[in-house]
């Protein structure tokens, strides 16, 4: 199974900052997806980012406000732009590797917003 | 659209006992997902179920799946308190493009 990376753990911002969360995987993935998880809910897929291609957002999720980079295959970031207090969240980070496709998620970013 | 039921939300119930966490689903399925989450940590991959009738065990979790049912089970025997946790389903099939789609989560909650 992968092995996945996120920094920073955890943060606290000021409102109207940007935070840039990484991702590090410890082997060559294709598929790599962002997840935002609110307190006691499920989770919701923020975008599918796919090396050397745009970001695909789902609906409600906009790059301006959450830009992604996919510079290789072990390695992406999610910048949370503009912040405010709802943006505060736990954003995950996983990738799919191939059969029986298995989705492997990170430790998570634990945002909070002031 | 593909949606994806988990009932219950909430279980709570005394080490040793049985119980089953059921999650529907809405259209056909390609893969049948399930996931453990522990208080403040990330999701651990449990199962994956590919084809109708798949069952799968690991120690006291056993999952199943009936596609015609559009119905996957997690059967928990003899609960210990270490199993604690939200368990999430998960539907992926070519109708959502392959992106998983999630349950509520079930929260379960084992007594000593």
């Known amino acids: 199974s992968a092995v996945i990376s996120q920094k920073p753990s955890r943060d606290i911002c000021q409102r109207g900052t940007s935070l840039t969360i990484q991702c590090q995987v410890d082997s060559q993935v294709t598929m790599m997806f962002w997840y935002r998880q609110q307190p006691g809910q499920s989770l919701t897929l923020i975008a599918t980012?796919?090396?050397?291609?745009?970001?695909?957002?789902e609906s409600g999720f906009v790059i301006d406000k959450f830009p992604i980079s996919r510079p290789n295959l072990t390695f992406s970031t999610l910048t949370v732009s503009n912040m405010s207090p709802e943006d505060s969240s736990i954003y995950l980070c996983s990738v799919e590797q191939g059969f029986p496709y298995e989705q492997y998620f990170g430790p998570g970013t634990r945002l909070t917003v002031t | 659209e593909l949606k994806v039921e988990q009932n219950p939300l909430f279980l709570s119930m005394q080490e040793g006992k049985n119980y089953t966490i059921y999650c529907n689903y809405s259209t056909t399925s390609d893969r049948l997902y399930w996931y453990r989450q522990d208080p403040g940590k990330s999701l651990e991959s449990l199962f994956v179920l590919l084809s109708n009738g798949a069952v799968k065990q690991e120690g006291r979790l056993m999952a199943s799946l009936d596609t015609k049912a559009r119905l996957s089970t997690l059967h928990i025997t003899a609960a210990v308190h270490d199993l604690s946790a939200t368990y999430f389903c998960?539907?992926?099939?070519?109708?959502?493009?392959?992106?998983?789609?999630w349950g509520a989560g079930t929260k379960l909650i084992i007594k000593p």
């Open positions: 998960a539907v992926s099939s070519m109708d959502s493009n392959y992106q998983l789609i």
């Open positions: 980012a796919n090396q050397g291609s745009e970001a695909t957002y």
